[in-house]
């Protein structure tokens, strides 16, 4: 009911930074972790973004003053996903065709604006890298990937005192269609890919092979979120075609709801409000309502 919403949204306050990234368009913007993996709560709120000027920023919260930026790759590279934990933050893009190139960025939180720190920009995939997602562990940090070549990727951050950052590939599967959206369970086991063609692909976390695939959208799958009530999944996904879907149960065969909107969909969030049942999940959708934008 949009009309609850409006009043609420009136009062909200809103902070703008219109030369964020150069001028030049803002591809992916994530919250940071609140908390580390041991617990401790993480002081500040701050948001990461990354944008076609190849530059990672941080945000301070509510102020959005800029906290500190890395430039990751230069034109015509360009960054389309930005992912975090509580120590890294990892950004991936690519040319967008020119020369079939990606780009992989990592960097250390800690030594984010500092022109000695360690950064890591290396290669992880043929094309494009469209979609990330991040795994915290107590003795390293996992990336997942996807590009446009088809493949999906898990590395684990190798961070030495001392030695420069590098990345260690695990495991490497194809989905045989460009991957344009992750999402991790809350239990970081399995991982959700949504393709150009339309398909969810639900993966276990060893990546030994597919556990399941199933034809979602009519169109490619931008985004992909996951939401866990009292043990039950619920995925919502959205895309070209127009459509929020909600998919129930761990082996995506639990049943599926789609709501229309008027444009496709780039991104979305999702919501669980602690201790109410199912039913009670809300999703949020973020369209972008204007030219297309790749």
Known sequence: ????????????????????????????????????????????????????????????????????????????????????????????????????????????????????????????????????????????DLIWSGGRDGMVELRKIVAKPGAPLDTQRLRRVSLQSSVRSLALSPDGDVLFCGTSRGSISMIGSSLQGRRTSVAAHKGAVYGLEVASEQGKLSLFSCGKDARVCVTRGWSLGGGAAAVPVAEEVFRLAADSRTGAPPAYLEALALGHFGAHSP
């Open 1 to 140: 009911d949009l009309k609850a919403w409006v009043p609420a949204l009136a009062l909200v306050e809103v902070a703008q930074r219109k030369d964020a990234h150069r001028g030049e368009r803002v591809t992916c913007l994530v919250a940071m972790p609140a908390v580390t993996p041991s617990g401790a709560p993480i002081r500040g709120r701050k948001v990461a973004s990354c944008g076609f000027d190849g530059r990672i920023c941080l945000w301070s919260l509510p102020s959005l003053a800029l906290f500190a930026s890395v430039e990751i790759a230069l034109p015509p590279f360009r960054l389309f996903a930005v992912a975090v934990s509580s120590r890294f933050v990892t950004a991936g893009g690519g040319d967008d065709g020119a020369s079939g190139g990606s780009l992989l960025g990592v960097v250390a939180l800690e030594d984010l604006g500092n022109e000695d720190g360690r950064a890591l920009e290396t290669k992880a995939h043929t094309d494009n890298i469209y979609a990330l997602a991040m795994q915290q562990g107590k003795d390293s």
